[in-house]
């Protein structure tokens, strides 16, 4: 029976302003990508979301990114390496520190918007990160995009590298993602969510926004927490990966005490 993890970028509200319905997602989704604190977040609604995600054994990444509130973290940036390397050491340490205090811990890394695109393919900064990561705890396992070259540069620095495949986001024939700019980036349509997910899990294959196919590898797909048809994807996708008999699970193990 093939499986397949489903995470979702959590914790993203900042004090009255919410952002996603992140108790509903913590019901549906194995793992959860939870901000840091620089792209979005703020303490006391992370830990909030951690204590939800232990009580319900859903597996902590860390969601690091630019430190960039203004822009979501999805405007590129070119900080120097000791920077880079040390934002992200910060952002991964705040995020064990209420971890710890929620009960669970943090079990991989994802990074978040402009800095997981731009290392997808940029030397320089997926070195950075992942020096940051080997650093602080080389243990964690990095979640990265499917075929890009950031997985062969991880795994050849000693890391475990998990590849995701994106439920709600277009592709480019090379396998980037579609600019959020460009009509189509985005798709919010529940049931060619489920359709084109599903045939990714049989068969690795994913039609680009140009109608060309490409082959994607991944072991966990991601629903993006803040768009508003979110938890309709979710419901949706479960649904249908459940008739089809593939097994939902996260691709660590969850953390109990």
């Not at 993890?5 to 319905?21: H, R, V, Y």
């Not at 402009?114 to 650093?135: E, P, S």
């Amino acid at each position: 029976m093939p499986s397949i993890d489903l995470n979702s970028d959590l914790g993203e509200s900042f004090g009255p302003w919410p952002m996603g319905n992140d108790a509903a997602m913590l019901e549906l989704v194995t793992s959860a990508n939870i901000a840091c604190g620089f792209h979005a977040g703020d303490p006391a609604g992370i830990l909030n979301v951690l204590k939800i995600a232990a009580s319900r054994n859903v597996v902590i990444g860390a969601h690091v990114g630019y430190r960039d509130l203004v822009g979501f973290g999805r405007r590129n940036m070119d900080p120097s390496s000791a920077e880079l390397v040390a934002d992200t050491i910060y952002q991964i340490g705040a995020l064990q520190a209420l971890a710890t205090a929620a009960g669970t811990r943090v079990r991989y890394v994802k990074p978040h918007g402009a800095l997981y695109n731009t290392i997808a393919n940029d030397a320089r900064q997926a070195a950075d990160v992942i020096a940051a990561i080997k650093a602080i705890d080389p243990s964690l396992t990095l979640m990265a995009l499917a075929g890009a070259p950031i997985v062969a540069r991880a795994r050849d620095a000693g890391l475990t590298v998990v590849c995701e495949a994106f439920a709600d986001r277009a592709y480019n024939a090379d396998g980037s993602l579609v600019d959020r700019r460009l009509a189509g980036a985005v798709i919010h349509d529940p049931e060619q969510i489920a359709k084109r997910m599903l045939r990714m899990v049989r068969e690795r294959l994913i039609k680009t926004i140009d109608g060309a196919e490409i082959e994607l590898d991944a072991q966990s797909i991601c629903i993006h927490g803040d768009t508003p048809t979110a938890v309709a994807i979710a419901q949706g996708l479960r649904r249908a990966l459940d008739a089809e008999g593939v097994k939902l699970q996260a691709f660590v193990g969850a953390f109990h005490g």
